[in-house]
């Protein structure tokens, strides 16, 4: 682990070694940051939060209360995990069958935001941006900048990276209404414009 002094962890935390824990993270009631894990600069982990083995959290992640990132997860920059958010890694599991060796991979990309109670299958990938409703059921891939809700969840509409829904025009052109930034929708695909 790097230096006590440049990170915090509630005395209730429990952080086993080896880990890496970024400068300016904060750890709080009742985690437990297991083995070889990482965790990024500037992280937020709420209370009673599991991250397992290997894990890795990029920069700036807030995990709110009450979720277990499960081996298999990898988070980028930015990712906002809503309260009580589930991960699964195994596809079929089953008490009495150990499965450790079948972990399933599921990556949820920059800036993405998963809701309170919503539930990602193993397997996919939680694209850029993308902003995944509360209680919704990921069963498949989700595309960058995509608002999904439902279960299973599905595709109803574009979000910017500010988290607001984006109207397109008939040339297929969006502005975010706080950020000003504008996006192109081209098959079904959005470009922030640079």
């Known amino acids: 682990?790097?230096?006590?002094q440049d990170y915090f962890i509630h005395e209730s935390a429990i952080v086993d070694t080896p880990s890496k824990i970024g400068k300016g993270t904060k750890i709080w009631h009742f985690s437990h940051i297991m083995q070889n894990s990482v965790i990024g600069l500037n992280c937020n982990i709420g209370q009673n939060v599991v991250v397992s083995p290997y894990v890795t959290l990029g920069n700036n992640v807030k995990v709110q209360n009450n979720v277990s990132i499960y081996t298999g997860v990898t988070c980028n920059d930015d990712v906002f995990l809503g309260p009580s958010m589930v991960f699964t890694n195994i596809i079929n599991p089953r008490s009495a069958i150990i499965r450790r060796d079948k972990y399933v991979e599921t990556l949820v990309d920059k800036g993405a935001s998963i809701g309170a109670n919503a539930t990602i299958i193993c397997g996919n990938k939680i694209g850029k941006y993308s902003l995944i409703g509360?209680?919704?059921?990921?069963?498949?891939?989700?595309?960058?900048?995509?608002?999904?809700?439902?279960?299973?969840?599905?595709h109803i509409g574009w979000v910017s990276e500010y988290g607001h829904k984006l109207i397109f025009n008939s040339d297929g052109m969006a502005t975010c209404p706080e950020s000003g930034d504008r996006y192109s929708l081209t098959e079904n695909m959005v470009v922030k414009i640079v």
């Open 134 to 154: 509360a209680g919704s059921v990921v069963t498949k891939d989700v595309l960058n900048y995509s608002l999904v809700v439902g279960n299973p969840a599905r």
């Open 1 to 4: 682990m790097e230096h006590a």
